[in-house]
């Protein structure tokens, strides 16, 4: 069974920065894609930050690009997200998501994510 653990969300002021981090456990980690999801008090959780298993492809929403860095570290099963210049429409739980398939393409499906970390808080002051 796989666990993620996501910490380092909290209270910052806009311009400001932040580093999430989603620690996993179970099986393979290098072997899958990771993804970062956002979801706002009263809206539908929605695609963020992706990076493949092998750490090579990286992919944004637009909303974030320029901003936002996704990276990992296989040889420590942890996945990062660097917030910058985050802006109050940012506030939201910001989730880490393992890919089901093996090894495979891209996507930004949540469907295509079968374990979902408890969420980090993130709240972005203006």
């Known amino acids: 069974q796989v666990q993620l653990v996501e910490s380092g969300g909290g209270l910052v002021q806009a311009g400001g920065s932040l580093r999430l981090i989603c620690a996993a456990s179970g099986r393979t980690f290098s072997s899958y894609a990771m993804g970062w999801f956002r979801q706002a008090a009263g809206k539908e959780r929605e695609f963020t930050a992706y990076?493949?298993?092998?750490?090579?492809?990286?992919y944004y929403a637009d909303s974030v690009k320029g901003r936002f860095t996704i990276s990992r570290d296989n040889a420590n099963n942890t996945v990062y997200l660097q917030m910058n210049n985050l802006k109050p429409e940012g506030t939201a739980v910001y989730y880490c998501a393992q890919d089901r398939r093996f090894r495979a393409p891209i996507t930004t499906e949540l469907g295509n994510y079968d374990f979902w970390g408890q969420g980090t808080q993130v709240t972005v002051s203006s």
């Open positions: 990076i493949s298993w092998s750490g090579l492809i990286t």
